[in-house]
């Protein structure tokens, strides 16, 4: 059976009902693990996205485009021409931490946006770095508050990182926004990975949240082992007069190599 690509009023429909799964992959066997796997939605660079085999090799996933804000189209008008390319190469919503009033635009123009709450990377200084956000009633608070701003700007939903899981619970009390919940418990409406992590591809910080599903770094390592040995077992026979020995080589008629020996003798 087809699985259907769900729509935004699908999973409007299923707030509070549903937990959707969400997985950030960078490259096509990625993609393609995460249709064969079931995965609902996945976050995708958008040079993937435009590409015309995205939906040949993951027609039923929820494609969300996004670049990270200080890489990303810098004015309101830049913004909304990039968010059109992407919803006219496929995209299902796309992510933006822009300003509120860029967030406004496309959702005047029915762009589904994505925003961000809680733990903001390009806006981690002002939170105290890298760390969790919300754990007191005011930083709560807060995250709340902007959460609100996004549903008044007209946002789809917002990913809400790295919050304590009352926080987010209360908040999908008394927001209609999809609450994608990276490290924020399951009172969201969508769990959200990175596929480095939960492959074991990561060799930098791992956060608390990530569960690590698969080594695949490991199994990287052990391929990359039977590569040198194989390398330098060639190396061995070659050096030795092993290879190559006379199965790999091509036969000819006897009497056909001494006339060719002859008239090399001849030259």
Not at 157 to 167: Q, S, T
Not at 211 to 216: T, V
Not at 239 to 256: F, H, I, N, R, S
Request: proline fraction near 5%.
């Amino acid at each position: 059976m087809t699985r259907k690509r769900p729509t935004i009023a699908d999973i409007r429909a299923n707030k509070g009902k549903h937990q959707y799964t969400m997985m950030r992959v960078t490259d096509w066997d990625e993609l393609a693990a995460a249709e064969s796997a079931g995965i609902d939605m996945c976050s995708v660079p958008p040079e993937m996205l435009v590409e015309k085999r995205f939906r040949e090799v993951a027609p039923s996933i929820f494609a969300i485009p996004g670049q990270a804000l200080y890489s990303a189209p810098a004015t309101t008008d830049d913004t909304l021409r990039w968010a059109f390319r992407m919803m006219e190469a496929g995209a299902d919503a796309i992510y933006s931490a822009a300003a509120f009033q860029t967030v406004r635009r496309m959702a005047d123009d029915n762009i589904p946006v994505i925003g961000h709450v809680g733990l903001i990377p390009h806006f981690s200084t002002w939170t105290g770095g890298f760390k969790a956000v919300g754990k007191t009633a005011g930083s709560a608070m807060a995250i709340y508050e902007r959460c609100s701003q996004y549903e008044e700007a007209g946002a789809f939903g917002v990913e809400i990182e790295v919050v304590p899981p009352e926080v987010t619970a209360e908040i999908a009390k008394r927001s209609s926004l999809f609450l994608v919940s990276m490290g924020g418990g399951a009172g969201g409406d969508c769990q959200y990975l990175f596929a480095c992590d939960v492959l074991g591809t990561n060799t930098g910080h791992v956060p608390r949240h990530s569960k690590k599903y698969a080594d695949l770094a490991g199994e990287y390592a052990r391929i990359q082992q039977m590569r040198i040995d194989a390398f330098k077992a060639f190396v061995t026979e070659v050096q030795t007069g092993a290879y190559p020995a006379e199965k790999y080589l091509v036969k000819a008629p006897e009497a056909e190599m001494k006339a060719f020996a002859q008239k090399m003798q001849e030259k």
